[in-house]
């Protein structure tokens, strides 16, 4: 019988270092430390729930499904389940086809509120057996289906020991552990949770979603477990407030742009670690910055024979895998440099942090009635750190093409992303659409990654609008834009020499007007039109708007400092506004 | 709130995230931006939390209940826009 006063952790303890007792606070949440003694409490009231539960069976063992978005509450639930010898699965979503996927009680929520006090909501308590998974976790395998990867205990504590030696000398005991990423998937987990509750060193509840959050943090030392999509942003983030260390931070997700990399460590002053690694074998090696890839403490790396795939020897592999080593889906060169990553040997993509089977995304795509076969593949981006896009070319069903002739491409766009949206991570859902009787092939009868590129080159320019100067109004806005490389308009114009054409800067001022002024300029003259140096790719020029004669007219002029490319009036034709204006 | 406000929230949407082919009449005014709607995504937020404090100057917090509402329609950021702009 369990008391409520002293929890009976003891099978945990065997295998699980339960954290132990120094002094400091396990957590803090809304600014306020979560004391040890109301941590074991809580754990102990989960445990409650949990052995009233009937459990599921995972792998042959009782087992339940975890997911809750908050992390000291996950922390709970997590070591309630395991102290019972539950095997606990962590999916990555609560999406409606997770949960059929998953028929086993499903404990924890996506609620971020304050509620910490309950706990209703497990099997009997059975030793926690050794040598078997204690938690599993999903990663998109190269045939598209979500395939469950099991972790033993001794496993996920190996990789704890493993970040103390590699990374453990430049933090205080009294860091805390800060993070940008899910705390339930295969990164933020073990770097994140695990490594925080094990040390232990407090971790900070509250998930830094902006920049802006590292302003707001306690003077203290820190621990960030990142990922680029957040780091691009440190930039904009405010100075550390004083009192403030950063001890170091930790990348991974996705592959870190160097100039990402070099303004994080500036901002932090601090080592920002690249990490490498998979679900499959844990952390394997770090790097800083450009510094070469150094394999984590017990690791080797080696290439397979003819594919030039990386073949992971590692300590946090299981037993069985420990003899052959870990296959990647990474294809590497090991040089002077040592380990060099050089792409994906399979389908699978990195958006933000999450892996992408695009095989996946097809098979959902063809399932549905409006598309006869499907094609999704990665857009290339002008910069590094630009989030990754994912394109769909599809090739409509007779009923598809029917839906399609009634709506406006976009909204018919938005409706098969709609269709996606409950069996797919929101990451997961194409961007781009584009409709084709067939896929594009060349002479051999191939559809080539270029032809299928092509289709989705870029037609105008990426905009961001400026703050407003002084000077400035309503009935004004400059656009900073940015002319792709890859711009449609360069194909042909002219072979050697790409230049913008004057039609295109026209259609530009155009398209802008009607997004921000809801100018209609398609049935305008255009008066004064001047153009007076070339624009190239690559080039950043303003383009100004200005709505004069109290809505009639409205002035464009593309600029980069005194230099104007090209300047125009759009003027509304007076008979017709006035026979408009009479219907 | 002015309709306009709304149109330049609208834009700086369509802007801040490259969604091709979108007109500001497009996105309903009460739509959700995320989930059902448009349907983007944590970059996206991520995104737009960092457009806000570039263009407008606005801090939004961390991950609440009160950010939620804030990006859960055209209408309620342009209000909350409208409400919290440096001046």
Known sequence: MLTMSEPDLRLLSRHWALPADNGRPIAWCGGQPIARARFYRDIEAARRTLAGLDPGELDGRPGVALYDTHAYRFAVWLLAA?????????????????????????????????ALSDWSGGGPPSALDHGRPAMFVFTSGSTGKPSLIGKELSQLRAEVEMFERAFGADLTPETRFVTSVPHQHMYG??????????????????????????????????LLVSAPTFLKHLPDAPPPPL???????????????????????????????????????????????????????????????????LL???????????????????????????????????????????????????????????VASARVLPLPHEHESDRLLLGAVVVLSPEGRALRATKKKAHFDLGLRARLRDRLDPLALPRRWRYVEAFPCNDMGKTTRQDMERLFAPRL???????????????????????????AWFEGHFPGLPILPGVVQVDWAAHFARLYFSFDASVCDIASLKFQHIIRPGDAPCLKLSLRCGGKEIEFTFFRDDKIYSHGVFVARKSRIETEAGT | MSDNLIQE???????????????????????????????????????????????????????????????????????????????
């Open chain 1, 82 to 114: 395991w102290s019972l010898g539950l095997a606990v699965v962590l999916p990555g979503d609560d999406l409606p086809a997770t949960r059929e996927a998953l028929p086993i009680p499903w404990i924890g929520s996506a609620q971020t509120g304050e």
């Open chain 1, 461 to 487: 320019a990426h905009a961001e609008v400026l703050p407003r100067s002084d000077g400035d109004n309503d009935d004004s806005v400059v656009l900073q834009l940015a002319v792709p490389h890859n711009l």
């Open chain 1, 189 to 222: 987990l073990p770097f994140f949770m695990l490594w925080s509750l094990s040390a232990p060193h407090p971790f900070w509840v509250e998930k830094l979603r902006y920049p802006e959050d590292l302003g707001r943090l306690p003077p203290a030392d820190y």
């Open chain 1, 312 to 370: 992971i020897h590692s300590p946090l592999l299981s037993e069985a895998e420990r003899e052959s080593g870990f296959l990647s889906g990474d294809i590497a060169r090991l040089g002077e440099r040592g380990l060099e990553l050089i792409g994906r040997a399979d389908r699978v993509v990195k958006i933000g942090e999450k892996r992408i089977s695009l095989t996946r995304i097809e098979q959902e795509l063809s399932r549905l009635p409006e």
């Open chain 2, 9 to 87: 929230i609208k834009a700086f949407i369509i802007e801040s995230l490259d969604l091709e082919d979108l007109a500001p009449e497009d996105i309903e005014d009460d739509a959700p931006l995320f989930g059902d709607g448009l349907g983007l995504d944590s970059i996206d937020s991520l995104e737009l939390g960092v457009g806000l404090q570039k263009r407008y100057s606005l801090k939004i917090s961390a991950e609440n209940e009160e950010t939620r509402k804030i990006f859960s329609s055209a209408r309620a950021l342009a209000d909350y826009v409208a409400a919290h702009r440096a001046l």
């Open chain 1, 243 to 309: 009192g403030v260390r950063w001890k170091m931070a930790t990348s991974a997700g996705s592959s870190l742009a160097l100039d990402v990399a070099r303004a994080g460590i500036a901002y932090m002053n601090a080592p920002l670690y690249e990490i490498y690694g998979s679900t499959e074998t844990g952390a394997a090696a770090h790097r800083v910055a450009d510094a070469p890839w150094q394999p984590m403490p017990g690791v080797r790396l080696a290439l397979e024979e003819g594919t030039s795939r």
